[in-house]
């Protein structure tokens, strides 16, 4: 290795940390909405940064950074939840509906519902929470997520429709639910 490659490749390494310092608040946002859970979303961006880091040669010049982190902490997420399933230990998921959150214990009603929101989110299929997460939440175009995600454009909006379809089915339910003052 010459001495203009370790420059160009500790160039990059502090443009990844850099900008991976700026982008931790959404990293952490989007871990969180895929493993329901913050010790899980904080393990999971800990990883992602670190795997970032010691690999930051993998960044390429025009590539977004925020596109390729994303991709970064979706991997480790599926790695997470592949080495879960080996161990048949609880899921982020089913852990994260054990205990309510201090805001579903508010007693305010939009808040309620808002619990209700994300718990729905957790319990869809972690292929089509991450495409909602990353489109909806994160303001991601669908060629962004798709990028993200590693699969075409198609697939994205397949996925966020698919979402989208299971969310209003179970809103519509747990409306019906509360017109009527029964909770299932």
């Known amino acids: 290795m010459t001495d203009e490659d370790r420059r160009t490749g500790a160039a990059v390494a502090d443009f990844v940390r850099a900008g991976m310092a700026a982008q931790l608040p959404r990293l952490r946002r989007f871990a969180l909405g895929l493993t329901g859970s913050v010790e899980d979303a904080d393990e999971v961006v ?6 970032a880091l010691s690999g930051a040669e993998r960044w390429v010049a025009g590539m977004r950074l925020d596109s390729w982190l994303y991709r970064v902490v979706h991997t480790v997420w599926l790695d997470e939840l592949r080495r879960r399933k080996r161990r048949r230990n609880l899921t982020g998921l089913e852990e994260a509906m ?23 989110i957790t319990e869809l299929p972690s292929e089509q929470r991450a495409a909602l997460l990353l489109v909806c939440v994160e303001e991601m175009s669908y060629r962004e997520a798709a990028a993200v995600l590693d699969v075409p454009v198609g697939t994205v909006m397949s996925r966020l429709a698919r979402a989208r379809a299971q969310l209003a089915e179970r809103l519509g339910k747990g409306a019906g639910r509360a017109a009527d003052g029964t909770r299932g």
């Open 46 to 51: 800990q990883a992602a940064c670190e795997k």
């Open 98 to 120: 054990e205990r309510p959150s201090p805001s579903a214990l508010s007693g305010v009603e939009a808040r309620l519902t808002l619990e209700e929101v994300r718990r729905m």
